[in-house]
């Protein structure tokens, strides 16, 4: 039969879930207390204490000088009582021996020793709670609502305790006291009273973690998610790929008849999820993500500086559902895509077209009647008459057209600013670019919100304030003290200089021959252009500009109608065919890659000049 020890001792553990060394440790500790209390010991004495379980006795030993007469027990003892434990030992040396009290404790000591006792195991049990919940952050939890307040929803845990604030809420979600809840770890941290877990609905990773509890694919890594976009209670857009061939990535997020993705959002509040399947082609995803409108074009400019933007173009009745209520469809797929997405519809579009090629002189025969034809179209949609479908595609072929002439001019432009960008870059320490944010130093409030603007290291910070620090200021959460904070820190951070590395030989080309060396045959004339532009276009620092010759208006148009034949004619075949290009495949220094460059027909820069400003 167990003793009343074993039986009290066997009661803690379970209560509190310690371990059976955390509390025999806590009990020692208390026994020492209780020994400086009784015996009134100095605390710069050193006593310890042994609790034996198996004999359910304990014993303390407290460090003594070895003398001849003993004045003082609590501190001295005899070479005789010494010689025992240490045959050895002299006078004068120190010495551990056993020093329990032979009786009891008195009242004053016991009560001592029972409040260091309780005290180490609040201790212990909070920081076993803290390192419980810190190993689940960024999971999903399971509670029970204790307290509704304005300020904050309380959800009880077991042993302890989670808060939802008010702005972790989902609008028009109600909660009442006592019904079961899920919740995303949002941050754990550690107070006086025990672990302070901070708990949300809103955060869109809580999307990413009932996706991975619901769809199996997900959990086993068939399927990748990309990217999440979220507007708490209202929508979503998640971005799915396969990682392996044959499995249909948004059929497995959506199951059959939908349970998968209804089960997602009753838990959700109701809240619509737009899956969609990722692309490594930008433009692809693009018309993708503002599904379920559809896309007649997507047209991108990649500008080194200012950021990525994307002009869709859409037909007329599809220019509400693109841009959808209060611009909430536009809004999550640019969030999805990580691109600025101007949306178009394809009579605005092709009304700034005409406007544009208007105040262009000598155009060809063919893009003038495009153009005219156009402009009747226009003036047919201004008085509300009917127009054929024909009518519409021409107007397409237009537009298409301006569009792709607008970005082959902005390539020199492009190409300036990408070097921009490289003297930026080389100001900064390449080891910041090593530096995770984690290891950077910043303050962690500051780090969370960057890791959500997918910035990664310290290097891309830095390089961004120093182009555009705006662009962090428009990061989610982020604040003028919130970046005042990001300044103050990147002040004070210092990093070890750069290893030197040997630069690899390269033959010298002088500046002036590469400018006055003879064009080839087929290279794009450059007469009129700045020797500022010819140098930049010379070696172009923006990825796809390489191999990439400017194009006539006609020849862009005369492309998409030999394509439109070529796809017609593989129609009547049976086959789905583009227009062969030639390609030349070529190893980019500036990149680390290799690159496919497209050999086409050179068209002539000078000749659209006042056509790209």
């Known amino acids: 039969?167990?003793?009343?020890?074993?039986?009290?001792?066997?009661?803690?553990?379970?209560?509190?879930?310690?371990?059976?060394?955390?509390?025999?440790?806590?009990?020692?500790?208390?026994?020492?207390?209780?020994?400086?209390?009784?015996?009134?010991?100095?605390?710069?004495?050193?006593?310890?204490?042994?609790?034996?379980?198996?004999?359910?006795?304990?014993?303390?030993?407290?460090?003594?000088?070895?003398?001849?007469?003993?004045?003082?027990?609590?501190?001295?003892?005899?070479?005789?009582?010494?010689?025992?434990?240490?045959?050895?030992?002299?006078?004068?040396?120190?010495?551990?021996?056993?020093?329990?009290?032979?009786?009891?404790?008195?009242?004053?000591?016991?009560?001592?020793?029972?409040?260091?006792?309780?005290?180490?195991?609040?201790?212990?049990?909070?920081?076993?709670?803290?390192?419980?919940?810190?190993?689940?952050?960024?999971?999903?939890?399971?509670?029970?609502?204790?307290?509704?307040?304005?300020?904050?929803?309380?959800?009880?845990?077991?042993?302890?305790?989670?808060?939802?604030?008010?702005?972790?809420?989902?609008?028009?979600e109600r909660y009442r006291t006592h019904d079961k809840l899920r919740a995303f770890v949002l941050e754990v941290r550690k107070s006086s009273r025990g672990p302070q877990i901070i708990v949300s609905r809103t955060h869109k990773n809580m999307l990413k973690r009932l996706l991975e509890n619901e769809v199996p694919e997900i959990y086993n890594g068939l399927v990748e998610i990309k990217s999440i976009a979220r507007e708490p209670g209202h929508r979503s857009k998640v971005a799915v790929a396969a990682r392996q061939e044959g499995v249909d990535p948004v059929g497995a997020c959506v199951g059959m008849r939908g349970v998968r993705i209804q089960s997602i959002v009753k838990e959700l509040n109701d809240e619509k999820i737009d899956v969609i399947e990722w692309s490594n082609e930008p433009a692809t995803f693009i018309a993708k993500a503002l599904s379920p409108a559809r896309v007649s074009g997507v047209y991108l400019d990649d500008d080194?500086?200012?950021?990525?933007?994307?002009?869709?173009?859409?037909?007329?009745?599809?220019?509400?559902?693109?841009?959808?209520?209060?611009?909430?469809?536009?809004?999550?797929?640019?969030?999805?895509?990580?691109?600025?997405?101007?949306?178009?519809?394809?009579?605005?579009?092709?009304?700034?077209?005409?406007?544009?090629?208007?105040?262009?002189?000598?155009?060809?025969?063919?893009?003038?009647?495009?153009?005219?034809?156009?402009?009747?179209?226009?003036?047919?949609?201004?008085?509300?008459?009917?127009?054929?479908?024909?009518?519409?595609?021409?107007?397409?072929?237009?537009?298409?057209?301006?569009?792709?002439?607008?970005?082959?001019?902005?390539?020199?432009?492009?190409?300036?600013?990408?070097?921009?960008?490289?003297?930026?870059?080389?100001t900064i320490n390449p080891v910041a670019y090593k530096v995770t944010l984690a290891e950077s130093g910043l303050p962690e409030k500051v780090v969370k919100l960057l890791l959500e603007g997918d910035y990664g290291s310290l290097g891309q910070v830095m390089e961004q304030m120093a182009i555009d620090e705006d662009r962090i200021l428009g990061l989610d959460g982020f604040g003028p003290k919130v970046m005042e904070e990001l300044k103050a820190a990147l002040t004070t951070i210092q990093m070890p200089e750069p290893a030197a590395e040997p630069a690899p030989a390269q033959p010298e080309i002088p500046v002036e021959a590469a400018a006055v060396a003879p064009a080839?045959?087929?290279?794009?004339?450059?007469?009129?252009?700045?020797?500022?532009?010819?140098?930049?276009?010379?070696?172009?620092?923006?990825?796809?500009?390489?191999?990439?010759?400017?194009?006539?208006?006609?020849?862009?148009?005369?492309?998409?109608?030999?394509?439109?034949?070529?796809?017609?004619?593989?129609?009547?075949k049976g086959k789905k065919k583009g227009k062969g290009t030639q390609r030349e495949i070529v190893f980019d220094e500036d990149l680390g890659m290799f690159i496919a460059k497209k050999k086409r027909k050179a068209g002539r820069l000078k000749d659209w000049e006042e056509f790209t400003e």
Not at 346 to 370: F, G, I, N, Q
Not at 373 to 394: H, R, Y
């Open 304 to 426: 080194p500086m200012s950021g990525r933007t994307a002009t869709v173009i859409v037909p007329d009745d599809q220019l509400s559902l693109a841009i959808g209520r209060e611009g909430q469809n536009a809004r999550l797929a640019a969030k999805l895509t990580n691109w600025r997405i101007d949306i178009k519809s394809l009579t605005e579009a092709a009304a700034d077209t005409a406007k544009h090629l208007r105040t262009v002189s000598d155009l060809p025969e063919k893009v003038l009647s495009m153009l005219e034809q156009a402009e009747g179209t226009l003036a047919k949609k201004a008085e509300s008459k009917p127009i054929m479908p024909e009518e519409f595609a021409n107007m397409g072929k237009l537009v298409d057209a301006y569009e792709k002439m607008q970005s082959q001019g902005k390539r020199v432009l492009r190409a300036e600013k990408a070097q921009k960008v490289a003297v930026i870059k080389s």
């Open 1 to 172: 039969m167990k003793s009343e020890f074993m039986l009290a001792f066997n009661e803690i553990a379970e209560h509190s879930k310690l371990k059976r060394e955390v509390i025999i440790e806590a009990l020692e500790s208390a026994l020492v207390s209780a020994y400086r209390r009784e015996m009134n010991a100095s605390t710069a004495q050193h006593v310890v204490a042994k609790v034996d379980m198996a004999s359910e006795s304990f014993r303390i030993y407290a460090e003594k000088e070895v003398v001849e007469e003993v004045a003082d027990d609590r501190t001295e003892v005899t070479l005789e009582e010494a010689r025992k434990v240490d045959p050895d030992v002299k006078l004068g040396d120190m010495i551990t021996v056993e020093s329990t009290p032979p009786k009891n404790f008195g009242r004053i000591a016991a009560q001592t020793a029972k409040q260091v006792i309780l005290q180490r195991l609040r201790e212990s049990e909070r920081e076993s709670q803290y390192q419980e919940y810190a190993s689940r952050e960024g999971d999903i939890i399971h509670g029970t609502i204790q307290s509704v307040t304005p300020q904050q929803v309380t959800i009880g845990l077991g042993r302890t305790e989670a808060v939802m604030p008010r702005n972790q809420m989902i609008g028009g």
């Open 520 to 572: 080839e045959p087929g290279a794009p004339v450059t007469e009129g252009v700045p020797a500022e532009a010819v140098a930049v276009e010379a070696v172009p620092a923006v990825p796809g500009a390489e191999g990439e010759p400017v194009q006539s208006f006609e020849e862009i148009i005369g492309e998409e109608e030999e394509e439109e034949e070529g796809g017609a004619k593989d129609k009547k």
